[in-house]
């Protein structure tokens, strides 16, 4: 399961898809629309895609780990669209034997995801509206989001 | 050749322009199809040259050689997730 979709995104047919008799654990993560960025209030965001090479781009990535940890299932869902503060963008769903397995391929999967999936963000604030720039180097969850120059 | 252009998020934009069909001398490559697209359309010039691409759904570099039909996308700098 590798799709992006428009409506709102479906976590529970995530977690059934990466289920099964030998999965000992399911990892999830769920990426949601946060209020702020950078000090400024997000009233609302954009993702817009390349939906057939972004989902080829998934399935690859899935593939990859299901090489690197056999025995895992694999779901990744992203969203596009003009979402609300709080509303789910993506969805990653890791099933494996051990817990081990699940959360170290989640996490790769997620950063994977974000690193080489074509899809962008669009954020919305009271006064103008800004596409996202990944950041350069470093760990995303501290460097937060820069805009592009304009 | 011709070849069918795919804009995307901010270059869309700044051209206006979701799809652009182009003609190319053959031997051209990815790098060449950018250059004659900021030639049509020259609101692109002020982005990087080139930006990240794809050719018929994979990334490619700017050296890579096009063929008759490719499907190329430019992309600026993805923050999906």
Redesign the interface.
Known sequence: MHRIVVEPLDVESAVREVGGAGMGGIAVFLGVVREFNAGRGVVAVEYHAYPAMAEKVMSRIGEALRQDFPGIRVAMLHRIGRLAVGETSLVVAIGAPHRREAFAALRLAVDRIKQSVPVWKKEFYSDGSEWLEPPATGDEASAGDRELPP | MRVRV?L???LRELSGREIVELDLEPGATVGDAWSRLCELVPSLAVFPHPPLA?RN???AAPGEPVGEGDEI?F???????
């Open positions: 795919l995307f998020a901010r794809a759904l994979e990334y996308a992309l600026p700098p993805v923050s999906g997730g």
